[in-house]
């Protein structure tokens, strides 16, 4: 195995490892305020280590720790962690902080590594699910869910402006800011964002945004809490899905950690379409004071 510090041109060779919105960061590498490791075997990368640094303020942060497959317990995770650490209290850090997604599979391993170098237990904030529509048949369930004749969908690009003028005045009433269908709104597909009405008022929606070809983002959903019971939210949310399934295969959705009854849904009850699952997490570490050993 091989490790080096990277530069704009040598992190090239780990476009394959790093997330796509951080493959930005590759050509930025300055070895000053963003930094990065590769590791590689055989002239093959194997791993990576990306960070950014705010040296005025005394704080840095790991937005990338990979090891690809094949390569791990070997060792080279924490390495890569070592040079990272390194790095920071060259440039005199005092804050060192990881925050980024990994793979699910990767927690376990990230973890042990993370608290045997002194950092605070990572901490999931986030799930990420990319999800395949193809598999819906697997879901035999979807096949029973309707609504009632008082509950009708709609495509979101119908919205009367009377219908919206009373949605914005419901915000921090009946839903908070974070759930609602306004927010970003130049980036998301009216056409196979959904509705949901009952009795002509609307206490619904779900709103996608386009992210590739064939894949959306599931951006938001809400039903109003009093319509919540018998799966309303649920069905919503599955005949979204249904009505994209022929243009759009993919999806993606993210779930905050404490959303527990979402992330039993996604596990039991759409398990079959599932595809890859991410984590978002976030760690820190208290470098003023401390040395390793492995660079005396």
Known sequence: MQLEELTAST???????????????????NSSSVWGFGA?????????????????????KIIELVVAEGHQRRGMGMKLLW?????MREQGISDGQFAG???????SWLSKIAI????????????????GSMRLGECHWVERLALPE???????????????LEIEKGEGQWYTSLLSPFFEEGKFDPDYSTGLRYQGKVIGWVIVQRMAG??????????????????RGITLLMKTIAQAQS??????????????????????????????????IETTKVLVGQYSDHFC
Not at 83 to 87: L, N, Y
Not at 259 to 267: G, I, K
Request: hydrophobic share 40%; glycine share 4%.
């Open 11 to 29: 992190a090239r060779a780990y476009k394959s490892l790093v997330h796509p919105k951080h493959l930005e960061w590759l050509d930025q590498i």
């Open 40 to 60: 590689s075997n055989n002239n093959q990368p194997a791993g990576i280590v990306l960070g950014r640094s705010a040296v005025s303020e005394g704080q840095a």
């Open 83 to 87: 040079h990272a650490e390194k790095k």
């Open 101 to 107: 997604f990994i793979k699910a599979q990767d927690f």
């Open 116 to 131: 045997r170098e002194g950092w605070q237990l990572p901490k999931v904030k986030t799930y990420m699910y990319t999800l």
């Open 150 to 164: 008082d509950f009708t969908l709609f495509p979101w690009k119908d919205l009367t402006p009377a219908e919206r």
């Open 214 to 231: 064939n894949l959306l983002l599931y951006k938001t959903m809400f039903v109003q809490e009093k319509y919540q019971k018998r799966a």
């Open 247 to 280: 243009a759009f295969p993919f999806g993606i959705c993210f779930i905050e950690h404490d959303n527990e009854p979402m992330l039993r849904f996604m596990e039991r009850r759409l398990g079959p379409t599932i595809l890859h699952r991410k984590l978002w």
